[in-house]
């Protein structure tokens, strides 16, 4: 019985209760040196985009992401499977599309945007695999698949799930090499994870683990 209900289940945390206050964390110092070493991270990876690249965020939240990939220069159109967390998006980014949707069964047809995005979402998913093939599904041939998630080896990550904090003690998080093994078999993948110097005392990597990315956001693209 417990495993049949696991399958009904759209996520592994219920983001919806929160969705009014979730931003609040940007707004703090902590939130903000995360913010900037993150985004850092992606612009770095993802490169500008040409002009009209459809881009799709899987797992938009409240919009934070899709509207930094608006800023960017990109046709931005994003899911969540909380009703609550897209009408906070939908008020916080007017130029973007915003819909209720299930990232294992996207409502799209095949080869539908440049690039695929899905921030801090695939280890809320039930099933990571499902979901990351329905994203390669929607993306264009050549296209790019860009995962941000939570570092499982991070010292700040690991403080989270021992103390049993939420909505960290639901997810399952992703150490870069597992990260990789799952992406590989979609194309190229580059993979940054900056550190970050914040009052939660996160620290740079031990200079003998510096070929494995050690800071507390996983950034992965993918070149499809």
């Not at 612009?43 to 934070?64: F, I, K, N």
């Not at 800023?71 to 007017?94: K, L």
């Not at 900056?194 to 993918?222: D, Y």
Request: aromatic residues 8%; contains cysteine.
């Amino acid at each position: 019985m417990a495993d049949r209900l696991e399958s009904q289940r759209p996520s592994r945390f219920d983001f919806g209760p929160a969705a009014r206050r979730y931003d609040l964390w940007y707004q703090t110092p902590d939130g903000q040196a995360h913010d900037r070493v993150q985004k850092a991270d992606v612009r770095r990876l993802l490169g500008e985009p040409t002009a009209s690249e459809q881009l799709l965020d899987v797992g938009c939240g409240t919009g934070h992401w899709s509207g930094f990939f608006a800023d960017m220069g990109y046709r931005v159109t994003g899911v969540d499977i909380s009703t609550e967390m897209i009408e906070v998006a939908r008020a916080a980014v007017p130029s973007g599309s915003f819909q209720v949707a299930d990232a294992h069964r996207l409502p799209f047809k095949d080869a539908s945007f440049d690039v695929v995005a899905s921030m801090a979402t695939l280890e809320f998913c039930l099933d990571a695999q499902a979901a990351i093939k329905e994203m390669v599904r929607c993306a264009k041939p050549g296209g790019t698949m860009l995962i941000g998630t939570l570092n499982g080896l991070a010292e700040l990550n690991r403080r989270r799930l021992a103390a049993g904090q939420q909505p960290y003690a639901s997810a399952r998080m992703f150490e870069p090499d597992t990260l990789q093994k799952l992406l590989s078999p979609w194309g190229r993948v580059h993979m940054a994870a900056s550190p970050v110097e914040t009052a939660e005392g996160e620290s740079p990597p031990r200079p003998g683990a510096l070929h494995r990315p050690g800071g507390p956001f996983l950034v992965a693209k993918v070149d499809l």
